[in-house]
């Protein structure tokens, strides 16, 4: 039995349910969204300003589906879901924690790793350090620099809250060091508190590193996807699959559209690729490696398993696949650099890609997008992907593609900026 709780959004008086009759046989065109909406606490700028402007877009969009991710708190997902529900009666939203089992938790060999039995930081000595205290000391830096309650006493002062990650690098690096060159235990302590620093407070994050045995999740094992429909939803499943850092799942449910046809939806949200020393690898299905080369051997098991899913799930029903999955093409004349393009690879050699022929490829993460860049970083680089894929559907199924979300309309500090770090894209696609 599942052990994930769902809540599927079903059409109400109140907002107008209707039926969709009136089928027909005529091929439907369906107009389908994925949009990485970035609520993810201190993670990414400008949460506070963004977050009603977010819901606002959506619910003046007239997509057929929507798939969005990164909506990592349960609360944000509720106000999108209310906030929509005229234009988005049906929708599907669930709810994970740390203790929410894999589905398939198999790693590249097939086998299942061993669960953690020790906290991320426990009291243990490592030469001359202990792992808890070198814990304490960087959340203790976070607390004198980064904290949202900077003028708090003891003991409310461990209310507080991190700011921004900007700030923890800026301030803090030197008091993660040892955590961040130590051992595998020590890094996984490392893990434990950068993966706390969205949504913590200082106390929290003491408390569960060095208590909860597998306290290796940002946002409690969270997942931060979720789908939108406009017409009848069922079938809603959600598959979880391996994740370092952050909960990893295949959000699936059946579209019934106007039409009487069915069209299958996978939402996704795939690892992505870190590059950084700053960001080790520390799960158990990096395929041996502890650097950047663990974060593509994830990303390639989680397509991987995602083929394998949607494959025994859809059989030969038509299907879309979408979602922010960390991956893609290098276009040089667009100032578009690859990301882990092998993954692309392996899912481009099963499904098809959903973009029109006349599409010119645009970056979906952009060094221009003053949130994914707010500095402006003049070594930032852009890239594109945020993808739409498809089963079973002919590349003649494809109307029309275009980039979407991607204006500045939220007022920050005397300027705009756009709803999220990503933009969107949307393709039409015609159903038989």
């Excluded at 201190?42 to 959506?58: L, S």
């Excluded at 669930?94 to 060999?109: A, E, G, I, K, R």
């Excluded at 001359?128 to 620099?145: F, H, K």
């Excluded at 041996?288 to 494959?311: C, F, M, P, R």
Aim: aromatic residues 8%; charged residues 20%; glycine residues 6%.
């Amino acid at each position: 039995m599942k052990r994930s709780f769902f809540f599927v959004a079903v059409c109400t008086a109140l907002v107008g349910c209707g039926s969709d009759s009136g089928e027909s046989s005529e091929p439907f065109d369906v107009t389908i969204d994925t949009f990485n909406v970035a609520l993810a606490g201190a993670f990414i700028p400008y949460e506070q300003e963004r977050r009603q402007p977010i819901v606002d877009a959506i619910a003046a969009t007239s997509s057929d589906v929507i798939c969005l991710q990164e909506v990592w708190e349960q609360a944000d997902k509720v106000m999108i879901r209310d906030g929509a529900i005229e234009a988005y009666p049906y929708s599907a939203l669930v709810v994970n924690d740390l203790d929410t089992p894999l589905d398939d938790p198999t790693d590249q060999q097939g086998e299942i790793p061993p669960a953690p039995t020790v906290v991320p930081c426990p009291d243990e000595n490592v030469g001359e350090d202990n792992i808890l205290d070198q814990m304490n000391d960087a959340v203790d830096c976070l607390q004198e620099n980064c904290s949202t309650t900077p003028d708090a006493t003891p003991p409310e002062d461990e209310l507080g809250r991190t700011i921004s990650q900007s700030c923890a690098t800026d301030n803090c690096v030197v008091q993660v060091l040892g955590l961040l060159g130590g051992n595998e235990q020590q890094q996984r302590c490392y893990a434990c508190v950068v993966t706390q620093l969205p949504t913590s407070t200082f106390g929290k994050m003491r408390d569960s590193c060095a208590n909860v045995v597998n306290q290796d999740l940002a946002f409690e094992g969270q997942n931060g996807v979720m789908i939108l429909s406009r017409h009848p939803i069922k079938n809603v499943e959600n598959w979880v699959i391996p994740g370092t850092w952050n909960r990893r799942s295949i959000l699936r449910a059946t579209v019934e559209l106007p039409n009487g046809s069915e069209l299958d939806t996978y939402c996704n949200h795939l690892t992505p690729i870190f590059d950084s020393f700053t960001f080790p690898y520390t799960g158990q299905y990096g395929d041996g490696n502890t650097d950047s080369e663990g974060w593509q051997a994830e990303q390639e098991l989680q397509a991987e398993k995602l083929i394998d899913y949607v494959n025994e799930s859809s059989g030969d029903r038509p299907a879309v696949i979408l979602g922010d999955l960390n991956t893609g093409r290098a276009y040089p004349a667009e100032d578009i650099v690859t990301e882990g393009v092998e993954t692309l690879d392996l899912l481009e050699s099963v499904f098809t890609p959903a973009y029109a022929t006349d599409y010119a490829p645009l970056c979906t993460f952009c060094s221009t997008n003053a949130v994914t860049n707010p500095d402006d970083d003049p070594l930032a680089t852009s890239v594109w992907i945020d993808h739409i894929l498809l089963s079973n559907l002919e590349v003649e199924a494809i109307v029309s593609t275009a980039r979407v979300f991607d204006e500045d309309v939220v007022p920050v500090d005397g300027e705009t900026v756009p709803l999220s770090d990503h933009y969107g894209v949307r393709s039409v696609i015609t159903v038989p």
